[in-house]
């Protein structure tokens, strides 16, 4: 039997050699990637005014969490809820592609 460490280890390494337009051609994954920090080597779009009003915020989440499975809904909903408090908008960090 495969350890699933080396299994996430290989997953991680064949991710890594893919090219941009490939990992992107994928679509969402199935399963939640791991969670990543903000690239602060990169610039930035600057952090918006917070103008929402809460039936905004909360329309703005519904509409980034429809296209995951409602399974990954509650960890990505404090991923989300936190990316447009920090930064006025919704990122998905964790998709972004290497």
């Known amino acids: 039997m495969i350890d699933q460490n080396t299994n996430t280890a290989k997953k991680l390494m064949l991710e890594h050699n893919k090219s941009f337009k490939e990992q992107i051609l994928e679509g969402i994954p ?5 969670p990543k920090a ?20 909360k329309l703005a989440l519904r509409n980034a969490l ?3 499975d409602k399974k990954q809904h509650s960890i990505l909903i404090k991923e989300f809820k936190e990316e447009l408090g920090s930064y006025g908008r919704i990122y ?6 290497e």
């Open 30 to 34: 199935l399963e939640l990637p791991q």
């Open 38 to 57: 903000r690239d602060t080597s990169i610039n930035h779009a600057p952090k918006r005014k917070a103008i929402l009003s809460k039936e905004v915020e």
């Open 66 to 68: 429809r296209y995951f």
């Open 92 to 97: 998905m960090y964790r998709f972004r592609p």
